[in-house]
């Protein structure tokens, strides 16, 4: 079955970086979109960036634009968010997501939190 796990949220000072994983298992990718999701406490799921498998037409939320990075390695069958210039409102559990091309996100990873310290 589809598999996605990510990695690599922790504990950041306000300023830093992180780059945030997800591996991807459990069928072929090549025709989905990838979305990177975010939960902060008491709100909703945000859309934070998304791509298609192939590496093209991006997305970025306003919050993040300029700051955030989403990429895929098809080799790796990973997704990443590279994370620049972190604010203590981008604090919050980030979550990868996969499609179809139309449709909504049907598969989920378990989540990641990422805490920024002002």
């Known amino acids: 079955q589809v598999q996605l796990v990510e990695s690599g949220g922790g504990l950041v000072q306000a300023g830093d970086s992180l780059r945030l994983s997800c591996a991807a298992s459990?069928?072929?990718?090549?025709?989905?979109?990838m979305g990177w999701f975010r939960q902060a406490p008491g709100k909703g799921r945000e859309l934070v960036a998304s791509?298609?498998?192939?590496?093209?037409?991006?997305y970025y939320a306003d919050s993040v634009n300029g700051r955030f990075t989403i990429s895929t390695d098809n080799a790796k069958n990973t997704v990443y968010l590279q994370m620049n210039s972190l604010k203590a409102e981008d604090t919050a559990v980030y979550y990868c997501?996969?499609?179809?091309?139309?449709?909504?996100?049907?598969?989920w990873g378990q989540g990641t939190q990422v805490t920024v310290s002002s």
């Open positions: 791509i298609e498998w192939s590496g093209g037409n991006t």
């Open positions: 997501a996969a499609r179809g091309m139309v449709g909504s996100y049907d598969y």
């Open positions: 459990g069928r072929t990718f090549s025709s989905y979109r």
